[in-house]
């Protein structure tokens, strides 16, 4: 049973079981179809556990309270099975002293089992983490620290886990192996959690293992070592976002918030990368000197969904800033194709989250292969950050909604910084050209802002294709990279299909899909390509499409003859058009899902760190 699961424990002096569910509650995006708490209470150890949405465990724990200062719980997001309560976390031992939660796969958790059942283990789930408990138990000769580490060797796979025994109700012991996990450190009270905000109301200091590294937690410290034993000494990370950045606000749904965060989030990205003379990227702390940048011949950037999307405008701006080819590739797909990879290769690997599995993977086979590998994310910390030779950090803030939009957004602000100082480097570009794009992209932040004023407009829009079976998005160049970001935002929380298509293609096939009243939304914001994709909005019409224009000022006097209707994006650079024109798409997509009546934050099937590949 594959997992991508949210973790939280606490030990300390206040009782557990609601930390635990507050807890889970900032971790509901990593999986919501079923939940559990383990908690030691003065009967021992209990655990409640519901299928569904954590509501439903809270509703069961308000019938049926936990009272205890040590515990441990668990969000978890089934890929394979069905969700179900003995499939759900905790599991414990036959005995029922051991809990364990659980997040990643264990591969060789049937050998185990085989093992375990010859020895007389009964077991309750189908899971690989029921093992887990029963083989610690299986271990536990008097301390569960060594029995954990004894376990652990013999496990083999990714994970991270968080144990609580009975035997030992003042300790916790959590493991990373390929699994996020973090340790909060408060006085007197100490969290486990895979992600920050599950702990951030309580403390904001936290230690972040690395893989094959653990940890003893009780009340009053922590003892980190790494699996084999050996004590390790490690700094203290400090948290300085607040807890408001990583709520509502007062929007409806996260994803509106984080629609509207965006005018925020760009001037974040760019803060201190911007000489002050505004003539220049300046990079501080990145190890891609000038020099180094010099040497790259080529570039694949790798990522997943939204990020890869990202990728695909990065493409245009690194290929027409420096003139160095540059692929995009599907980070699922870039490891099995046998990419080639030279060292003067730069990888460029693009990640939200930062755990992405297959992004990771990817990076790993790069850098086994001799490639300098630069992130670009928006965890400090994350899997991806620390593997990476090089990162720049997307200073979005932390993204809660499961459809990406900030961090989609600020990844282009940080292409385009890199594009900048990467063409200073090699003399591409004169430096006038330079400046001219930092004014402009320092005038982004304002004009995203006029388009969300122009919310209800938008809104508008959403309505009239909320009801639509099926639609298209077109366009060319940079337009067609974002009408696929428009594409998927759309799909995944309204459940519309549609497809986005290059415009000119659109008569080599798929043309013969459209018919009276489809609806089909046209990019047009690049002014050299406009009579182009216009003659294709014009192919669309003929057969009977809608058209819906997605157009820069001052192309708009032209486009408003061929479209049904239009929003205009305020005029800008063309290479940084799609920082705006994304924003309508992804607000008609928002407001689509909600005329739907759609879970817009959580989408159906649907996780926000896709930790397995
Ligand atoms: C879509 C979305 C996904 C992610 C993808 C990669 O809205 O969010 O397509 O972009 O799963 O995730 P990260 O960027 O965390 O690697």
Not at 49 to 65: D, F, I
Not at 225 to 253: Q, R, S, Y
Not at 522 to 535: D, G, N, P
Request: charged letters at 25%.
């Amino acid at each position: 049973m594959l997992k991508m699961c949210g973790i939280v424990g606490y030990i300390g002096y206040r009782d557990s079981q609601p930390i635990l569910l507050e807890g889970l509650k900032k971790l509901e995006y990593r999986g919501y179809d079923s939940a559990g708490v383990a908690v030691f209470t003065e009967h021992g150890l209990e655990i409640r556990k519901t299928v569904g949405r954590l509501s439903n465990l809270e509703a069961r724990l308000r019938e049926q309270p936990l009272r205890g200062t040590v515990g441990i719980g668990h969000t978890r997001w089934a890929t394979h099975g069905k969700p179900s309560v003995a499939n759900s976390h905790p599991h414990t031992d036959h005995t029922f002293k051991v809990s364990v939660v659980h997040n990643g796969i264990i591969e060789n958790y049937l050998e185990l089992k085989e093992e375990l059942m010859l020895k007389g283990h009964r077991f309750q789930s189908e899971t690989d983490t029921e093992v887990i408990s029963h083989l610690i138990a299986a271990e536990y000769d008097g301390d569960i620290v060594r029995a954990v580490r004894k376990a652990v060797r013999k496990m083999r796979g990714a994970f991270a886990i968080a144990v609580l025994t009975e035997y030992e109700p003042d300790r916790l012991v959590a493991v990373r192996l390929a699994s996020p996990l973090i340790i909060g450190v408060g006085e007197g009270e100490m969290f486990v959690a895979s992600d920050i905000p599950a702990i951030l109301e309580y403390t904001r200091d936290v230690y972040i293992l690395n893989d094959g590294e653990m940890a003893a937690i009780t009340r009053d410290g922590v003892e980190l070592m790494t699996i084999e034993g050996n004590p390790i000494a490690k700094e203290k990370f400090h948290v300085d976002w607040d807890l408001m950045t990583a709520e509502k606000a007062g929007f409806e749904h996260f994803m509106l918030k984080e629609i509207h965060e965006q005018p925020r989030a760009y001037r974040d990205t760019m803060r201190g990368r911007i000489a002050a003379d505004g003539r220049d990227v300046v990079f501080p702390d990145l190890g891609l000197t000038p020099e180094r940048l010099r040497e790259i011949r080529r570039v694949h950037i790798v990522a997943c969904g939204t990020a890869l999307h990202a990728g695909m405008v990065g493409k245009h701006v690194i290929e027409r800033l420096t003139r160095i080819p540059t692929e995009t590739d599907y980070a699922s797909e870039y490891r099995y194709r046998s990419p080639i990879i030279t060292p003067d290769t730069l990888v460029i690997v693009v990640s939200q989250s930062g755990e992405t599995a297959d992004t990771l993977a990817a990076l790993r086979e790069a850098k086994r292969q001799g490639a300098r590998v630069l992130a670009i994310t928006n965890v400090i910390g994350s899997s991806v950050a620390r593997e990476a030779d090089d990162v720049i950090i997307t200073q979005a803030g932390p993204e809660i909604a499961v459809a990406s939009t900030k961090a989609y957004t600020t990844q282009l602000i940080a292409f385009y910084l890199l594009g900048l100082y990467w063409a200073k480097a090699l003399g591409t570009l004169p430096d006038e050209e330079i400046a001219r794009t930092l004014a402009a992209m320092q005038a982004l932040p304002e004009q995203a802002e006029r388009i969300l004023a122009q919310g209800d407009d938008i809104k508008a829009l959403a309505e009239s294709i909320a009801r639509h079976q099926s639609l298209f998005f077109i366009g060319r160049g940079l337009d067609f990279a974002v009408a696929l970001e428009g594409s998927l935002k759309l799909k995944e929380i309204s459940y519309i299909h549609s497809e986005a298509y290059a415009a000119g293609e659109l008569k080599h096939g798929t043309l013969a899909l459209i018919e009276e009243g489809v609806p089909v939304i046209a990019l047009m914001t690049q002014e050299e390509l406009y009579e182009k994709t216009l003659s294709n909005v014009k192919e669309a019409k003929a057969r009977g499409a809608r058209v819906i224009g997605i157009v820069s000022e001052g192309l708009d006097a032209e486009a408003a003859k061929s479209v049904d209707r239009m929003f205009v994006v305020p005029r800008t650079l063309p290479l940084l058009a799609p920082a705006l024109s994304v924003v309508p798409l992804q607000l008609i997509a928002y407001y689509a899902a909600v005329t739907l009546g759609h879970d817009v934050d959580k989408p159906r099937n649907l996780a926000k760190s896709v930790t397995v590949e």
